[in-house]
Nanobody
Framework: QVQLVESGGGLVQAGGSLRLSCAAS????????MGWFRQAPGKEREFVAS???????YYADSVKGRFTISRDNAKNTVALQMNSLQPEDTAVYYC????????????????WGQGTQVTVSS
């Protein structure tokens, strides 16, 4: 069992930055693929970024070059550094974990956090 708790959301002006963090409890964190998803009002939840147990990363085209995902296996945390934020980045951001990359990538991960709100004002 893995429990995920996100933090770091908030209100920021367009062009600003935020850093989200996800703390994971449970064993074998280093073996899980970790990722971030987001859901804007009235829209489907969408993939943002993922990082494998070995540190390989993958990003949605909409955030590539602006967001950076990282993990610290010693601290059981995964972070999402978000730069050059735009109003369209406004959403609830969710941390996810799964032992299988494909499951995380398509959004059917076994474990999800409760979400943290990110609001970008224009």
């Amino acid at each position: 069992q893995v429990q995920l708790v996100e933090s770091g959301g908030g209100l920021v002006q367009a062009g600003g930055s935020l850093r989200l963090s996800c703390a994971a409890s449970g064993r074998s964190f280093r073996n899980y693929v970790m990722g971030w998803f987001r859901q804007a009002p009235g829209k489907e939840r969408e993939f943002v970024a993922s990082i494998s147990s070995g540190g390989s990363t993958y990003y949605a085209d909409s955030v590539k070059g602006r967001f950076t995902i990282s993990r610290d296996n010693a601290k059981n945390t995964v972070a999402l550094q978000m730069n050059s934020l735009q109003p369209e980045d406004t959403a609830v951001y969710y941390c996810a974990a799964d032992a299988v990359y494909f499951r995380l990538r398509v959004g059917v991960s076994d474990y999800w956090g409760q979400g943290t709100q990110v609001t970008v004002s224009s």
